[in-house]
């Protein structure tokens, strides 16, 4: 059985990730940085909870002992917390933003290497957006086109820039990034749109399932690779 870690998986899109990897036999970990809400989603969905805050150092290094101890690797770590940073555009709002969108990302990956080593077939998911591609936020035609979210974008061009730079790094463990769709979460509240979780759930699923074989260092959403 595949050993999971999901971080932000409390709620939303890494939560219906959780369930649909559970039905499909993984063992799952959720991250998540509260404690409470943590331990009643692993209960709702009979997973197993490791208290895992992407921006905190100590307790990132814990999670992966944690799991360390209990399984002794890691076969898919799914890379999804995100904040939206939006309001205001300054220096602080910008370090969260990047702390947890990014910054979250080396934290949590440099902590799970060793043990993602481990595995037969290990697999990295970043749950990015094409709110930072390149191609999209430039494209008249995109709806990235006008989104208001400066600090979003520039932290997801980097989560996606991350995904490419540890995919040559790291040839021996995939890593591919995944827009999974416009989804009526508590991010995207404010804006009113979305589609259900478990629809883009599907499409971060279908990523953290490659065979050995599978493609590294991608960009994709459900129809495909998306430019960057
Ligand atoms: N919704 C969309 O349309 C959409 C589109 C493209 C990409 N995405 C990406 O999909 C991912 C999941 O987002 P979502 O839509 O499911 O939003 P969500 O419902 O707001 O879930 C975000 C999750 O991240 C967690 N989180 C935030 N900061 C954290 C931290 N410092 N440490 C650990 N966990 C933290 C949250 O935990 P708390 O409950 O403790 O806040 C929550 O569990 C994000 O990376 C987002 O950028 C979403």
């Known amino acids: 059985m595949p050993i999971t870690l999901i971080t932000g998986a409390n709620k939303g899109i890494g939560?219906?990730?959780a369930?649909?990897?559970?039905?499909?036999?993984?063992?799952v970990y959720i991250g998540a940085r509260?404690?409470?809400?943590?331990?009643?989603?692993?209960?709702?969905?009979?997973?197993?909870?490791?208290?895992?805050d992407v921006t905190d150092d100590a307790s990132v290094s814990n999670?992966?002992?944690?799991?360390?101890?209990?399984?002794?690797?890691?076969?898919v770590l799914v890379n999804n917390a995100g904040i939206l940073g939006h309001g205001v555009t300054d220096g602080p709002t910008?370090?969260?933003?990047?702390?947890?969108?990014?910054?979250?990302?080396?934290?949590?990956?440099?902590a799970a290497l060793p043990l993602l080593r481990k595995s037969s077939n290990p697999t990295v998911v970043t749950v990015s957006s094409s709110a930072g591609s390149f191609w999209a936020v430039t494209n008249p035609d995109r709806p990235e086109f006008d989104l208001p979210l400066a600090l979003y974008s520039a932290s997801k061009a980097a989560a996606t820039m991350l995904t490419v730079q540890?995919?040559?790094s790291q040839p021996g463990i995939k890593f591919n990034a995944v827009e999974p769709g416009t989804t009526a979460t508590d991010l995207t509240a404010a804006?009113?749109?979305?589609?259900t979780p478990e629809e883009s759930a599907?499409?971060?699923v279908r990523l953290a399932t490659l065979d050995a074989d599978g493609p590294t260092g991608t960009f994709q959403d459900e129809n495909g690779e998306v430019p960057w």
């Open 63 to 75: 999670a992966l002992a944690t799991i360390d101890s209990a399984e002794g690797r890691l076969d």
């Open 202 to 204: 599907r499409v971060v």
């Open 191 to 195: 804006f009113g749109v979305g589609r």
């Open 166 to 168: 540890y995919a040559k």
């Open 34 to 52: 509260d404690v409470e809400r943590g331990e009643k989603a692993a209960a709702a969905l009979g997973a197993r909870f490791v208290r895992l």
């Open 15 to 17: 939560f219906e990730t």
């Open 19 to 27: 369930r649909q990897l559970l039905a499909l036999g993984h063992v």
């Open 94 to 110: 910008a370090l969260r933003a990047f702390d947890t969108n990014a910054v979250g990302i080396v934290r949590v990956t440099e």
